[in-house]
């Protein structure tokens, strides 16, 4: 697994890839499960899950976590907290890939490439083939609706959904 640190009853279904470069740090939680095989969520995965910590990228999951077929790629901070589900397709993405300027980006200037943390709460569900976009904070028990862009800061029990994803409903929770 790459120096990959990973906790206890780690549960793999398929073949994801998961890797690390040399001064990257990729963490995952016990209990965590992750689906890449086509069949494991009827939902319909149409790619293997894809973790990949590159640079001085650091990605955290915490223990009891669900993903399913989904990319998680950083070069900056993703922070994924305990019991959180991500849905089918879902793609978690800390920077732009390329350099937005045509000129360093035709030179290839990979130093120029922006990046900005992502935290992702507690206990959150993110509906499948939603994005989520580099700066991005979803708060504790929040539902991140199927097919939703989210960019930006979303408090702790709401559900956002949309392109571009907005606040739709107030979670109320009876603990």
Known sequence: MNKVIYGKNLSLIGLPVIFKQKNARLNI?????IKSDFLSNLVGLFQRTIIVARAEGIIEIGDNVGISGATIYSR???EIGSYTNIGGNVKILDNDFHPIDPEKR?????????SRPIKIGTNVFIGCNSIILKGSEIGDNCVIGAGSVV???????????GNPAR???TLSLKI
């Open 167 to 169: 606040v739709v409903k």
């Open 151 to 161: 960019s930006g800061k979303f408090p702790d029990n709401t559900v956002v959904a």
């Open 76 to 78: 900056n901070r993703i």
């Open 29 to 33: 939680g016990s209990n965590c499960t």
């Open 106 to 114: 035709r030179e290839n200037d990979v130093d120029s490439i922006d």
